[in-house]
DNA sequence: ATACATAGTTGCTTTTATCAAATGTATTTT
DNA sequence: AAAATACATTTGATAAAAGCAACTATGTAT
């Protein structure tokens, strides 16, 4: 994969101007006698069950020989304490006693205590804005982008902000992924507005999935009539796909529309959402039309799925 | 300020992650036989003009007689030279030699590569998101935001997702900022669709105001008849105001209006939009019309500001 | 002129970290 | 089963990094 050479060029600037606040942000520690690799190390014998030295000099990077003399030194003062391994004698597992527990725990209320000096001058929604921002670098960082359902929540309101953050959504991926043109948002834009005039939050239900406090993905269920309703604007963002996130909405959807008593439901998608319309059929929708069109900036056909609740 | 708890949570765990991060992106240091300490010095000699040992101990927060050893190190390897003050006989400053700056660089590019392959098995929109982020991130923490117009740039075309980005902009800032509520956002959806299906890129002509890849500021030029203008959708971002940018904008806007040789422009707003009209009323429009509404959840003054051009 | 403050240096010490050799426990080979 | 080898951890020796306190030299205030 090519590496966007901005993209080195501000990571490197980032790079350097958080190493500086880490720098503040520890300082305390240097004011507590123990040093920043004790600390990971600490930090690391609380994080993992059963782990031993050889583990931590893996894990961390760390000489063993002073690894060595830093577990000698917490078990003197009582903050970690070891236990024979019965399987192999060469290796003892690690553990935090209470005291460490509880040394940990204070460092980390002074750091606290430091990090909201920090954001003590910074509106709310900054603070939010930056967590969020957070969350991103280490969500991309992390290689396995599993942060899964705990950093995800959802919505079931619709807030302002929300209909133009789905219709940029609709009009920035389908032009990415399906090459679709500014007709397209044109159209999302339309329908929403006609949408948006009518709603009706007893009749008109919106799912939304969030990560923070931005939008990753959405199903509306738009009553057509007593018994009929459409599903609408389903959409998942590439960032966060193959996690389940489609179909749990889409499940959620559904089962709102049989709580509420509607027998009928129906959607239009387009050839070029496979995905989507695979999961479709999975889940019990029937192709009922399609139509092709030259639309949109593309030769595609308009598919109606059909389901009965 | 009141400070949230989660985004302490979450300044503390992203803190703890990029502290392991920097240890990647710093190993290279190691080999390099230059320490940490040393680096951060080299750099903040090389960014500052004129500064003395004494400045460097109080914003590194190092101590005295070890930066006393290590400038003396440097001056021994002709990477810094001193130049007696002429004010005051105690003090010298230092300066980055061609050396010392030929050294910074290399390592630098040594770190570089080092990010290349972090990012590496990255897609490309996951690194400008990242980019993003990070700019966001030292966008809120650099007290006086003053990255201004180096990381802002502008774009005058109308891409995919940019309408859905400002309907999205606009319902949420004025729902928060003069309380409006969705039917507000769906009038701007409806006025959107309108002049998106009517959109001519020769007579109507967007200017966008970004950051990253973010919209931030908007102003939108449509023409009404041949010589007459309307002026729309006009808006900074809270995070990016008092820079200059709304005037920036606004004067693009009508320095293209006179050379495509339009007459009159006008605009619309509501007595909620105090500063934009203070501004449009200082770059010479004059309110021509004035009516009182219940709209929005609010009671406001619809209002209409004209100007020849 | 004297006392005090400030900028930077030097001597001494502690802390932090590394390397290599040693110890004791498993595992494999013969 | 004994010897050889591998592995997990410890110990000894040493070096580099960092800190403290006393000191020198220059500047400022009374």
């Known amino acids: 994969m090519s590496v966007n050479l901005e993209v ?38 609380r994080q993992e069950e059963e782990i031993t030295a050889g583990k931590l000099v893996e894990t961390l990077g760390i000489d ?11 078990e003197g003062n009582h903050l970690v304490s070891k236990r024979k391994s019965t399987a192999d004698g060469r290796t003892w597992f690690l ?7 509880k040394l940990l725990e204070s460092l980390e209320e002074q750091s606290n205590a430091q990090i909201k000096e920090l954001l003590s001058p910074l509106a709310d ?5 930056l967590a969020a921002a957070m969350k991103t670098i280490r969500h991309i960082l992390s290689e396995e982008s599993q942060l899964s359902t705990s950093d995800i929540t959802f919505r079931r309101q619709l807030l302002p902000g929300d209909a133009g953050y789905l219709i940029y959504l609709h009009g920035s991926l389908f032009a990415k992924e399906a090459g679709f043109n500014l007709a397209f948002e044109t159209s999302v834009c339309k329908a929403f507005y006609e949408f948006l005039e009518t709603y009706n939050a007893s009749k008109d239900q919106v799912f939304l999935a969030l990560h923070g406090t931005q939008i ?16 609408r604007w389903y959409l998942v963002h590439p960032d ?9 909405l889409l499940n959620e959807a559904l089962d709102f529309c049989r709580e509420k008593g509607f027998q009928k439901v129906y959607l239009m998608t387009t050839s070029k959402q496979e995905v989507a ?6 889940t019990g929708f029937r192709k ?21 609740l």
Chains 1, 2 share one sequence.
Request: no cysteine.
């Open 277 to 282: 319309t695979n999961l479709f059929k999975k």
């Open 125 to 129: 929604d900054q603070q939010k804005g």
């Open 95 to 101: 553990q935090l006693t209470a005291k460490g527990k």
């Open 240 to 248: 966060f796909r193959q996690m389940g996130l489609g179909k749990k």
């Open 8 to 45: 080195v060029q501000e990571v490197s600037d980032f790079n350097g101007y958080y190493t500086g606040l880490v720098e503040l942000l520890n300082r305390h520690i240097s004011e507590s006698s123990i040093s920043l690799s004790a600390l990971r190390v600490l930090v690391k014998v």
């Open 216 to 231: 990753i993905g959405s199903i509306v269920v738009s009553a057509f009539s007593r018994y009929v309703v459409q599903i």
């Open 288 to 308: 009922t039309g399609e139509k092709q069109l030259s639309m949109y900036g593309q030769q595609l056909f308009e598919e109606r799925y059909d389901m009965d």
């Open 64 to 74: 063993g020989g002073y690894l060595s003399r830093m577990l000698k030194a917490f």
